[in-house]
């Protein structure tokens, strides 16, 4: 019989009061208009933070996604929801999205000692439907190798769309070392053949699946359904929105390669990333450090 120990997780209290600051500043919903938006990227406003990626199998942060931010003339700082769609459709996304991989490019040998695995960014769809794509793609890629590597998130609900599109920009991407996961499954309506034809090396189960698994069986059902579903497509999992120790330990039996959410660490600085890495550390339930980065 398989023996399975549940991971129990040390956080420094020193960094708690970081991320209930980092919190409250991205609540911020001022007007806001395309020129104020280019205005501000010209002035070099725009911030990557970065979320971790925790291993369940041996506790280690072993990759983080990066997270747009939006710093304002008064300080404050808008989060992505609040400016991406605005920079899509006033054709400011490339230019943002360019900006954002420089700045990640730069902060190269400070990632290079966290030792992650890979850094995952978000793509828009109006991006990876332009021919330049893969030239603004393989800057990122080229700029991190060495370091780690680049997986690329694409929604669900946008896999759908158009699936050659979709299929012909993931071919070129692996072919440069980047990888590809299909984001917030679970909330859109991506057939299940796109998840058969298209070279997804990573699947994220939504938050809302997590957040409710406790609620109802259905709820349970439905999440370790699609747990299986991925594990029998050999893709790697990663649960989005993991907030408690009790989700955490179910996950992990489940046999979940991967979580993501506020127990681990909400985004934030690479200065916040650096000492959530220098400070985390897991252990058995016996005592014994299974990782640890002090």
């Known amino acids: ?63 983080a996604e990066v997270l747009a931010r ?7 700082l808008l989060a992505a929801r609040d400016f991406i769609p605005l920079a899509e459709t006033a054709n400011l996304i490339d230019p943002l999205t360019q900006d954002l991989f420089n700045k990640i490019i730069l902060l190269r040998e400070r990632l290079q000692p966290l030792d992650l695995n890979f850094l995952s960014v978000n793509l828009s769809h109006f991006t990876i439907e332009e021919p330049q794509a893969i030239e603004l793609l393989q800057t990122l890629v080229t700029g991190l190798d060495g370091c780690c590597r680049v997986q690329v998130e694409i929604t669900e609900t946008w896999a759908r769309n158009d699936r050659q599109v979709l299929r012909d920009f993931a071919a070129r991407a692996q072919l440069m070392g980047a990888s590809l996961a299909i984001d917030d499954f679970g909330t859109g309506y991506a057939s299940l053949r796109n998840l058969a034809e298209l070279p997804f090396n990573f699947l994220k189960i939504d938050l809302s699946f997590v957040s409710e698994m406790f609620d109802s069986i259905k ?24 907030e408690t ?4 330990d179910l996950l992990f039996r489940a ?33 014994v450090i299974l990782h640890s980065l002090k």
């Open 219 to 242: 709820a349970m059902t439905v999440l370790m359904a699609v747990i299986s579903f991925g594990q029998r497509l050999g893709l790697k999992l990663i649960a989005e929105g993991v």
């Open 1 to 63: 019989m398989t023996t399975i120990t549940t991971l129990q997780p040390l956080h420094s209290p020193s960094i708690a009061p970081n991320y209930t600051a980092l919190s409250h500043s991205e609540v911020h919903n001022p007007p806001f208009d395309a020129e104020l938006l280019a205005e501000r990227l010209k002035a070099g406003a725009l911030e990557p933070f970065f979320q971790p990626i925790i291993s369940l199998v041996d506790g280690r942060p072993c990759g």
């Open 245 to 248: 120790e009790a989700q955490r």
């Open 255 to 287: 046999g979940l390669d991967l979580a993501q959410g506020y127990l681990f660490g909400r985004p934030g600085s690479i200065d916040l990333l650096e000492e959530l890495c220098s400070q985390s550390q897991f252990y058995l339930d016996n005592g």
């Open 70 to 76: 939006l710093r304002l003339a008064d300080g404050s």
